[in-house]
């Protein structure tokens, strides 16, 4: 499998470096790539700029990277679960670019895929468009976004085949076919890594944006919340 590395140190060692810039799949906890973001922390590389939905939370995630210090700015939609993020933010130790959910989903995706920018209506008005191209079309004003590039990305998918063909599972999808396609180099950690392929229709990352692929590790899936709804009654019986 040429594509397949022995630990995600493996697989990231010869791409990491300081000051670089890193797009991350997941959303809270869900679908991260824990064993890659930890090979991160592990590597000391500094003032990073992170791409990602949010920061994971304290002690969990990317606020690994955040306890360590090795993050400089942080592109994200969403603060929420993590006190440290906001407490550094607050102190002026890290520099936050928020941005609206579905517009930081479209420039990962517009990276990917070779698109520099689009206009969008999000966020006109607001402190998101502050400084930034605006062009009316059909009497309505849109301003305009830029495409993102990482100079790398971390995914976390359910199964893998030897040509890093990605297949992800229910809500783990979330931002990893994004982060992805957005990355100049990417390096997926897989629960299920295949000996043969996968079959075309359950591929949802082509190999072709993957660079590397490593064995994810048998790790408890974290939770952020644990919601579920009442036990619903039946007949005869008491709730």
Avoid: W
């Avoid at 590397?212 to 009654?233: C, F, L, N, S, Y």
């Amino acid at each position: 499998m040429p594509k397949l590395r022995k630990s995600a140190r493996d697989a990231l060692d010869p791409s990491l470096r300081d000051g670089m810039t890193i797009a991350v799949g997941g959303f809270g906890l869900s679908g991260i790539p824990r064993d890659l973001i930890e090979a991160v922390r592990d590597s000391g590389v500094r003032d990073l700029t992170v791409v990602s939905n949010n920061m994971g939370v304290d002690g969990k995630g990317l606020g690994l990277l955040l306890e360590n210090n090795q993050v400089a700015k942080v592109i994200s939609s969403y603060v929420g679960e993590n006190k440290l993020f906001a407490q550094q933010y607050l102190a002026g130790e890290l520099e936050v670019e928020f941005c609206p959910q579905g517009t930081l989903a479209e420039r990962l995706r517009a990276g990917g895929a070779g698109i520099a920018g689009f206009y969008t209506r999000t966020g006109v008005g607001t402190q998101v468009a502050e400084g930034k191209p605006h062009q009316e079309f059909d009497g309505q004003t849109y301003v305009l976004e830029r495409g993102i590039v990482a100079d790398l990305s971390l995914v976390h998918a359910h199964t893998a085949d030897q040509e890093g063909n990605l297949r992800y599972r229910y809500t783990a999808r979330n931002f990893n076919p994004l982060a992805a396609t957005a990355g100049r180099v990417c390096v997926a950690q897989a629960e299920v890594i295949l000996d043969g392929f996968l079959h075309p229709d359950d591929v949802m990352t082509p190999g072709v944006y993957v660079n590397h692929v490593v064995k994810a590790g048998d790790a408890p899936k974290d939770i952020e919340q644990r919601t579920v709804r009442p036990r619903p009654a039946t007949v005869g019986q008491e709730v």
